[in-house]
């Protein structure tokens, strides 16, 4: 079979409708959402493109399965996750091109995608028999107090197209565990993913209206009636700022818990004393995962003055040998941008650093062909005052600051509304330790360039969110506490 044939093959596989309640069903109104390929500018297929009364069809099925859900076996409710897991990494290379094709990173990097989106429902799947209450004597040694974990209940889950498998499995695992029913609004861009996991967990045996999967080229349509409801009791967001805080708003009205995974702006720490090789591998991992298009990539790279130079030309060294091209080619190593849009505000972003004194090391233009491509880009002596620094990239561009004092480096770090991730290098243990502990962000890589891990507690603090998804704590987001008092006992 040729790759082409292949192509052809993994995307028809995919369900193309909206599924509601454990069927599969064209939407309401009939419309159809296109899905692009990112690297060629061409439409890969159509999906159902669902809208309110969808969203409400959806609502329904979450409601009613609610109860006997919550009632489940823990340890049923983990096997199906395992079993998901399991069909995952089976299928790994099929999905991988999947994703591939609708979002654009390299097929290795795809497959390294669902690995760590199947770890999410392996994680989770352990979780679940793990949820534990409390039983202790009131201090005045005159009642018992009982403490039970209840699930939250019927939960709204919106997605991102940059990790589109991921980040529906770092939802969906914690919410199967704590035993709630949910609706997913997977990103437009990248409905495929979301709808190919829906079968996956139906094949593994998630009973109908558990989950509901809903594309929709109107996100505020399908989602706002059902957050203004009052029957979903919990949103769980993981996208840019601006979006999350209006999520926020509407979540206020019915008071609804709510977990934000949001924008980030992550500084990278080079100090004299790192070892410099690995800085410069860390800074490949922290920039160009994903193509540079992660809520943890390195945005800023401040590196003291006396490697400063050395470093930047190590990194362009690396940069500049990536071969830029089409995920499914052999050997390609970064591949386009999600979207014509997302392009320009990256040269955007790189014409205003130059006007204002940055130097172009390596790459700084747009790369050949019909995709979205854009080339490996190091950027020397940018001042502080660009757009770069206060704003999320999201795109293969590394900006080098230099600095003289960890003082200096440290204020610059904290400069920023955004507060998700911080990388530090150095070999100093007691600096290591004190800049850490400065750094006004969720998550620190102190000597590594990647942070995720399904069994850490992932999250940012400052306009970077609200909660954490992952580790012990990931399922705490979709369970509510309830305490009985006993008396007379
Ligand atoms: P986005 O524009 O905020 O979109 C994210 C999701 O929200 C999409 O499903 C989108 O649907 C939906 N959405 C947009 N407007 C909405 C509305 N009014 N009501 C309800 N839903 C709405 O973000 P993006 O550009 O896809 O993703 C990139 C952002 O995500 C970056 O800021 C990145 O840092 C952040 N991110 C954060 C994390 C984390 O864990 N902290 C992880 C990954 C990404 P449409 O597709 O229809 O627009």
Redesign the pocket.
């Known amino acids: 079979m040729t790759l082409a044939e292949r192509e052809t093959q993994v995307v028809e596989r995919v369900p193309k409708q909206l599924f509601i309640g454990g069927t599969w069903r064209d939407a309401k109104s009939g419309a159809a959402l296109k899905v692009e390929d990112p690297s060629t500018a061409s439409v890969l297929c159509e999906v159902a493109d669902a809208g309110t009364e969808d969203a409400f069809a959806a609502l329904e099925t979450a409601v009613a399965a609610q109860p006997s859900w919550a009632k489940h076996a823990p340890r049923e409710r983990g096997e199906i996750l395992r079993r998901a897991y399991e069909l995952l990494m089976q299928r790994q290379d099929e999905l991988a091109l999947l994703m591939t094709l609708e979002m654009g990173k390299p097929h290795a990097e795809a497959k390294g995608e669902i690995a760590y989106a199947a770890d999410f429902l392996r994680w989770f799947s352990e979780e679940a028999v793990r949820i534990e209450g409390g039983y202790s004597v009131a201090p005045n040694g005159q009642a018992r107090f009982l403490i039970m974990r209840q699930p939250v209940g019927p939960s709204m889950l919106?997605?991102?197209?940059?990790?589109p498998m991921a980040?529906g499995t770092r939802k969906i695992g914690p919410a199967v565990a704590a035993g709630c029913t949910m609706i997913l609004?997977?990103?437009?861009?990248t409905p495929l993913c979301a709808l190919a996991l829906a079968e996956i967990l139906r094949e593994a045996g998630l009973p109908d209206g558990v989950l509901s999967v809903l594309p929709?080229?109107d996100?505020?349509g399908v989602?706002?009636p059902l957050l203004r409801d009052g029957r979903i009791r919990k949103v769980s967001?993981?996208?840019?700022?601006p979006?999350g805080r209006?999520?926020l708003e509407q979540s206020s009205e019915q008071v609804l818990r709510t977990s934000m995974?949001?924008?980030?702006n992550a500084p990278f720490l080079v100090f004299d004393d790192a070892d410099i090789d690995a800085a410069v591998d860390g800074a490949m991992q922290a920039k160009m995962r994903n193509i540079g298009e992660?809520?943890t990539a390195a945005n800023r790279l401040y590196v003291q003055s006396g490697i400063a130079t050395e470093f930047a030309r190590r990194l362009s060294e690396r940069m500049g040998a990536l071969r830029l091209g089409r995920g499914t080619e052999e050997g390609s190593e970064v591949g386009p941008l999600i979207d014509a849009k997302a392009r320009e505000k990256v040269q955007s972003l790189v014409d205003d650093a130059v006007s204002r004194g940055a130097r172009v090391l390596v790459g700084g233009s747009a790369g050949d062909g019909d995709g979205y491509f854009y080339r490996p880009t190091v950027l020397a002596d940018v001042p502080q005052s660009s757009d770069l620094s206060t704003t999320?990239i999201?795109g293969p561009v590394a900006p080098i600051i230099p600095f003289d004092t960890e003082e200096e480096a440290l204020t610059a770090a904290n400069d920023t509304e955004f507060g998700?991730v911080s990388y530090v290098y150095t070999q100093d243990l007691n600096r290591a330790l004190r800049v850490s502990e400065e750094l006004e962000t969720g998550m620190v890589g102190l000597n590594q360039g990647v942070v995720s891990n399904p069994a850490a507690p992932?999250g940012?603090v400052k306009h970077?969110?609200l909660g954490r998804e992952g580790g012990r704590v990931g399922i705490e987001e979709f369970l509510e506490t309830k305490y009985i008092g006993v008396g007379g006992v």
Request: charged letters at 15%; one cysteine or more; glycine letters at 16%.
């Open positions: 919106i997605t991102p197209w940059n990790f980040m609004k997977p990103a437009q861009q929709t080229s996100a505020g989602t706002e967001f993981t996208g840019s700022t979006v209006k999520l995974e949001l924008g980030g992660a809520c999320e999201f998700l992932f940012g970077s969110g």
